[in-house]
């Protein structure tokens, strides 16, 4: 349908393509430290977002050619709201903990929040792995499979070309079990 009413597919892949540079980007000026669940669970949240871009434009056009009769509220729904609650929710949920100087979730945290993270991964992933149609299923497998990735690799901190990211779980592990012999000590 596209080609044949002069779409280039790369027209049809460019808000995509911009979503996930764009949050590239955002990740890599953060002046947090990324971790790889928050990296590829991003990436994923963008790719629902750009698919709703996408998703406007076609029924704008669609619109522009036919008329509805009052029979766009399905669309609307499953093809522009829940891709971008989803994707945002995805994005929320990636960047959820506050990971400071390192890439550990909740080492720190009153409240452990991982689970709710990665259940909202896995649910997202899962409802448009299934039936709603989103991310052209490089986003919901993606999502699943950082969902049940083991947390000490989930954890593991990205090193973007160009930053001074050189920390490593197991220093910051090591840093941790020296800091709780030095206050045993106290």
């Known amino acids: 349908m596209y080609l044949w009413n002069h779409w280039n597919p790369i027209i049809i892949f460019l808000p995509i393509i911009l979503c996930v540079v764009a949050a590239q980007i955002a ?3 953060s002046k947090k430290v990324v971790t790889l669940f928050q990296w590829m669970v991003t990436s994923a949240g963008s790719i629902y977002i750009g698919q709703a871009i996408f998703n406007i434009i076609n029924f704008l056009w669609c619109i522009s050619i036919a008329d509805p009769n ?3 509220g399905i669309a609307i729904f499953a093809g522009i709201c829940l891709p971008i609650i ?3 929710s995805a994005v929320v949920a990636a960047n959820l903990c506050k990971s400071g100087d390192h890439g550990v979730c909740c080492k720190k945290s009153p409240r ?3 689970l709710c993270r990665r259940f909202t991964a896995i649910f997202t992933g899962f409802i448009h792995f299934l039936g709603f149609h989103a991310g052209y299923l490089v986003g919901p ?3 699943m499979m950082m969902a049940i990735t083991p ?3 989930a954890d593991k901190v990205i090193k973007f070309l160009g930053t001074k990211n050189e920390v ?3 220093e910051i592990d090591q840093d941790d079990e020296n800091k709780k012999e030095a206050n045993i000590e106290l």
């Open 168 to 170: 490593d779980v197991n």
């Open 27 to 29: 990740l890599y000026k």
């Open 141 to 143: 497998l993606t999502l």
């Open 112 to 114: 452990c929040r991982n």
């Open 70 to 72: 009052g029979e766009q």
């Open 151 to 153: 947390g000490r690799l």
């Open 86 to 88: 989803t994707g945002i």
